[in-house]
């Protein structure tokens, strides 16, 4: 099966700690994305990486970290320094960064107490 | 930066009716705009897309328009069905700086189809 899987599904950490998201895609697309939802709210942009080594902030990268050292993987950490962590999470991915159709995996529900 | 918004927030029609969500945006340059349908603890599924120099688009019971002039675009959905319940979001592809571009979205419509 060709896709985005996302490790886990549901998540809970203490306040303070570190996590780490998990993003793995066997599409063999360049580009991946991570982005938060939060009820209500449409989707808003984290971080995104165009190719291996390289990624850039999206609109609300603060309190997030990421890393691309592998094409299929992107996780996501989110530090003790994001003042409200709980949320859905979503990665996603295209062929290529301009490329137009972008497609999500499952998420993680992470729930921080 | 480019803003989507997207009305109605909730919207409620019987089995076999017509659904229409409607969305607008800001950014003239701004040339994708997908449709996603999402169910519960779910992710995305992006269900149809149009792009700019195409005025509408149809796929079976969903279909896409977009006016360019008003900046606007709306997903129509006919003889729905009780799986058509979700919640759709729509989503504007405009330039965010240097090479690159982004998906800014709407914050989402609960569709709720009643048998």
């Known amino acids: 099966d060709g896709g985005i899987t996302q490790s886990p599904k549901y998540l809970f950490r203490k306040e303070g700690q570190n996590v780490t998201l998990s993003c793995e895609q066997n599409l063999n697309h360049d580009a991946m994305y991570w982005y938060r939802q939060d009820p209500g709210q449409g989707l808003r942009l984290i971080y995104y990486?165009?190719?291996?080594?390289?990624?850039q902030k999206g609109d609300i990268a603060e309190g997030y970290s990421v890393s691309r050292e592998k094409k299929e993987s992107f996780p996501l950490t989110v530090t003790s320094a994001q003042k409200n962590p709980t949320a859905f999470y979503l990665c996603?991915?295209?062929?290529?960064?301009?490329?137009?159709?972008?497609?999500f995996g499952p998420g993680t529900r992470l729930t921080v107490t | 930066g480019e803003n989507v918004e997207q009305h109605p927030s909730t919207l409620s029609v019987q089995e076999g009716d017509s659904a229409v969500i409607k969305c607008t945006y800001s950014?003239?340059?701004?040339?994708?705009f997908p449709w996603y349908k999402q169910e519960l603890g779910k992710g995305p599924q992006l269900i149809i897309d149009i792009r700019s120099n195409v005025g509408e688009k149809k796929d079976q019971r969903i279909a896409v328009t977009l006016n360019k002039t008003a900046k606007h675009f709306s997903l129509h959905i006919t003889e729905t069905q009780p799986e058509d319940s979700a919640v759709y979001f729509c989503a504007a592809r405009g330039y965010s700086g240097g090479s690159n571009y982004k998906l800014t979205f709407g914050k989402g419509t609960l569709l709720t189809v009643n048998p």
């Open positions: 990486s165009q190719i291996v080594n390289d990624f």
């Open positions: 996603a991915s295209s062929i290529a960064q301009n490329s137009y159709e972008q497609y």
């Open positions: 950014d003239s340059a701004s040339n994708y």
